[in-house]
């Protein structure tokens, strides 16, 4: 009876060491400005709205987009289980916005971590090629408590406007990624707004790269009954996903979801109405490495 127990408790240590799952996401938060503030959707409307949703999702990582820093310190102080890293766009100091990356310390041990920019000069501030903004990758070398396993969580936004720039940081990602990763051989997830459909040619360089899949695609379940951007119209429907998850082939994709809540507040005439909680809807996956 001795060698029983000990072989199932040795089964049951061995699938918590290897079928641990994480669930990871990507956020574009909206950056906050006085234009959404007019229209109502400023961001001391949003911003609870928001933590309420990533807390009772519970993610153990997720990239976030168009950080500015008072937001960052919002979101900090509203989501004390999380810790994050990253770094302002315009100095790599503070300004500008982050491509931050939030993940739980209590799940998660943080090995290294760094930053470069979309540009050819990747190793400090700079506007790349024909982009419009000043663009960034954060990433972070992560260690699960867990499972022991180790992986590398990369979190960008490639620009809106230029077609050049979002080709060329597409190129430089996947060389940073591929180095990282041995040619997808280690684990990595790569999350952000790409400003490019899953029709795109950008997005096969990703998918037909042989180093990273889509979560979407490969999910076992999917719950994603819209495109993530939706310009603050909860109205709206797209079948565009332009924020990603990815991440390399050997990883398990249990499930995925692109997530559609609002929220409710009273109007000038008293009347309760629907708002969504960013532009973009947040994108959240659970996987298994």
């Not at 209590?106 to 419009?132: C, V």
Request: with cysteine; hydrophobic share 40%.
């Amino acid at each position: 009876m001795k060698h029983v127990f000990m072989l199932v408790a040795a089964c049951f240590m061995s699938l918590c060491t290897t079928a641990q799952e994480l669930t990871v996401g990507s956020y574009n938060i909206r950056y906050k400005n006085k234009a959404d503030s007019i229209d109502g959707n400023g961001w001391a409307r949003r911003c609870t709205s928001m933590c309420n949703q990533i807390a009772w999702e519970r993610p153990d990582i997720f990239g976030a987009q168009e950080v500015l820093h008072p937001q960052l310190l919002d979101l900090e102080r509203e989501l004390p289980a999380y810790r994050w890293i990253g770094v302002g766009r315009d100095d790599g100091k503070q300004a500008g916005e982050y491509a931050a990356i939030f993940y739980n310390p209590d799940r998660l041990e943080l090995i290294d971590k760094g930053n470069f920019w979309l540009s050819q000069t990747p190793d400090r501030p700079g506007l790349g090629w024909d982009a419009a903004c000043v663009r960034i990758c954060s990433w972070g070398h992560f260690r699960d408590r867990f499972s022991k396993k180790e992986f590398f969580f990369l979190n960008l936004h490639m620009d809106h406007v230029g077609v050049k720039a979002r080709a060329e940081s597409a190129k430089l990602v996947m060389q940073r990624i591929t180095q990282m990763t041995d040619g997808g051989k280690k684990l990595a997830v790569l999350t952000g707004d790409f400003n490019v459909p899953q029709t795109n040619e950008l997005y096969s360089l990703f998918t037909n790269s042989g180093v990273l899949k889509d979560c979407y695609a490969s999910a076992a379940r999917r719950f994603a009954e819209n495109g993530t951007y939706n310009a603050y119209d909860f109205l709206s429907w797209t079948n565009n996903r332009i924020d990603h998850i990815f991440v390399t082939p050997t990883t398990q994709v249990n499930a995925y979801a692109i997530l559609t809540d609002g929220y409710w507040r009273e109007d000038k005439d008293g009347r309760m109405t629907r708002h969504n909680i960013s532009d973009h809807y947040p994108v959240f996956a659970r996987i298994s490495f």
